[in-house]
């Protein structure tokens, strides 16, 4: 399985702008938020799992946020504007696909519902809530949901997920539409599989790490730094005529029709 790509090369100077990534502890969440510290914004990673915050980048300060809890949401929100005057980027990324998922709809445990759709829709939806009020007062920021390539295209046995991720997208249109006179943009990135701590404790279910990577036009698994890149761009001023659009980040998995014959699987 090839993990090969080319090192990033463009800069982005986020120097004074503040951000918030959910989910930031660990795979895409992680990089993105390195990636902003690295381009010098002031970060706040936003995470339940306190252990893992230890090895947090330089740059991203840690608050403990459930991100299905409303009131952890606002609190988040609340202190990050005490703190430095104000929110110029929210990254709603923390979502769960937990193994108990991996279900036909009518086999699927309510509790695994629930907690999908608290963490993966609702909690987009809380901290939105909350940075916009904010946003819309300084007539400026800009909002990133993280969805999936499985909010354009479905498989067997995960009944709940890709219907979730869709919505992402359609909650950043609707954001964007409603909040664009504002001086607000907002925007989603759709991965395809992509190498994290989450990917490998799926890659058996999912049909192994070659048989995935050979699914994408590109043969390979993309790498968290890659969805980092993106969302630098998306929430710099190279892209102030981007708003309620989806960047699919896929290695080319929307592009090749479910129905044409499969490349073949590398010797």
């Not at 920021?141 to 390539?149: L, Q």
């Not at 409603?178 to 799926?202: K, Q, W």
Request: aromatic residues 8%; contains cysteine.
């Amino acid at each position: 399985m090839t993990s090969a790509r080319p090192p990033g090369r463009v800069q982005y100077d986020n120097t004074d702008r503040v951000a918030i990534v959910t989910g930031a502890c660990a795979g895409i969440g992680f990089a993105i938020g390195e990636a902003l510290a690295k381009s010098g914004a002031n970060v706040i990673g936003a995470d339940v799992d306190e252990a893992a915050a230890q090895r947090l980048p330089h740059g991203v300060e840690f608050l403990r946020c459930d991100t299905s809890i409303e009131d952890d949401c606002r609190r988040v929100v609340e202190t990050t504007i005490e703190r430095f005057g104000g929110i110029d980027i929210l990254v709603n990324n923390a979502a769960i696909q937990p193994t108990e998922s991996y279900h036909p709809l009518h086999e699927l445990p309510s509790e695994v519902w629930h907690r999908l759709v608290g963490v993966n829709f609702s909690g987009y939806t809380y901290m939105a809530k909350y940075a916009l009020g904010q946003m819309k007062e300084q007539q400026s920021g800009v909002i990133v949901n993280i969805a999936s390539a499985q909010g354009h295209r479905t498989a067997r046995e995960v009944g709940v997920y890709g219907p979730i991720k869709s919505a992402n997208i359609m909650q950043a249109r609707q954001w964007a539409v409603e909040y664009a006179r504002d001086g607000l943009r907002v925007v989603s990135v759709s991965p395809g599989a992509i190498y994290t701590e989450l990917m490998r404790a799926n890659l058996d279910a999912q049909g192994g790490g070659a048989a995935i990577a050979n699914r994408h036009p590109l043969g390979r698994i993309g790498q968290p730094e890659e969805i980092a890149h993106a969302v630098l761009w998306l929430a710099s001023d190279d892209a102030s005529f981007i708003t309620g659009t989806d960047l699919e980040v896929d290695g080319g998995l929307g592009a090749f029709a479910a129905f044409a014959d499969p490349y073949p699987m590398p010797e």
